[in-house]
């Protein structure tokens, strides 16, 4: 794909390793793996489905919000910073969110961030427990040591919300996945769109599970991943499928082309997935058979494309790909 233009900043030294030989799929994992471990902090559990971006402090390359469930199993979120974007110094405390209206402002719970630079600000998008129930909570910082909370985007039940990296038609766009109040047994991924970060409307439906004769990983539903990366040929959307097997969820990840101007429509969508449980860190742990993508770094000269993913809720694994590969390959699969 010669033509192709991935948008981003340059990122030569992201972390990478090269396909290894003869191995035949789409992406493949860092040998490295997990790159963050479950106890990496004095009272975590576990550390898993966290969000990392570029951000530059003193020696440090790489900023990221974690999840980090502590031995009661309370569901917390924590900074960390990296030089190289494989090793974490992961903060022992909580992150610090302050100016909410104390009506959302009562920290419940908060889980599965995702990180997204946006007009010149950090915006952290999680999970957030209002009342007790999940809806999706908004933040920004610009030195990831306090984070400023915005109203809750969405009513509950509400998870995944995933900010794209740029305004839409002038306004702010966001992906999410409706939602109950339990461990979900459905799931569709909308998208809506808001003027100022506080009132969201134009609520538009993306996409649904597959049929089972289709693509059986993504049948029983959908959730959007990473940031959306912006490409010639459209928004490429990192998302995670959920299929329903005799021994619980099972979830993998594909990938999906959406149309820049009206991302609600699906261009592509891969039938086969990128990366689905395989190794004993992603099929045994709290929650066995998940790879889980939070978060993404590109380098758009070389078509890198670097993805973050909680395995088995309970650590982090790093997988590697090329850009125009993985078009090529939605292209190719696609059951749209």
């Known amino acids: 794909m010669s033509n192709l233009e991935i948008r981003g900043e340059s990122l030569p030294d992201m972390p990478w390793e090269e396909r290894p030989a003869d191995y035949k799929h789409i992406m493949w994992r860092c040998t490295a ?36 469930d502590d031995t009661n199993i309370r569901m917390r979120l924590h900074v960390g910073f990296s030089v190289d974007g494989l090793t974490w110094d992961i903060a022992e405390e909580d992150i610090r969110l ?14 599965d961030p995702r990180v997204v630079k ?28 306090t984070f400023h909370q915005l109203e809750n985007a969405f009513l509950p039940y509400n998870r995944n919300g995933v900010l794209f990296p740029r305004k839409i038609g002038g306004r702010y766009a966001m992906l999410s996945r409706p939602s109950d109040k339990g461990h979900t047994p459905f799931g569709d991924i909308y998208y809506s769109e808001s003027p100022d970060l506080e009132f969201w409307g134009r609520h538009r439906l993306v996409m649904r599970p597959s049929e089972f004769r289709d693509s059986a990983w993504q049948c ?11 490409t010639s040929e459209g928004w ?16 993998s990840f594909g990938a999906a082309l959406l149309d820049l101007d009206r991302p609600w429509k699906v261009i592509a969508r891969t039938g086969a997935y990128l990366l689905a449980p395989r190794e004993i860190y992603e099929c045994t742990g709290d929650v066995p058979n998940v790879v889980f993508p939070c ?12 993805v973050y993913y909680g395995c088995a809720d309970t650590v982090v694994g790093l997988a590697f790909g090329y850009i125009p590969e993985i078009i090529e390959f939605i292209k190719k699969t696609d059951i749209r």
């Open 118 to 145: 946006l007009d010149g600000r950090y915006y952290v998008t999680w999970c957030n427990g209002y009342q007790g129930e999940p809806t999706i909570g908004i933040a920004w910082t610009d030195d990831f040591e």
């Open 295 to 306: 978060a993404t770094l590109h380098d758009p000269q070389t078509g890198r494309l670097a």
């Open 236 to 251: 490429l959307l990192i998302y995670h499928g959920v299929h329903a097997t005799c021994n619980g969820f099972n979830y």
């Open 33 to 68: 793996n997990p790159i963050i471990e479950r106890d990496q902090l004095s009272t975590s559990n576990s550390i898993f489905n966290s969000a990392v971006v570029p951000f530059k402090k003193g020696r440090y390359n790489y900023a990221g919000v974690f999840r980090c």
């Open 98 to 111: 302050e100016g909410a209206d104390p009506e959302v402002g009562a920290w419940v719970y908060g889980y």
């Open 220 to 230: 029983t539903k959908v959730g959007a991943g990473p940031v959306p990366i912006e």
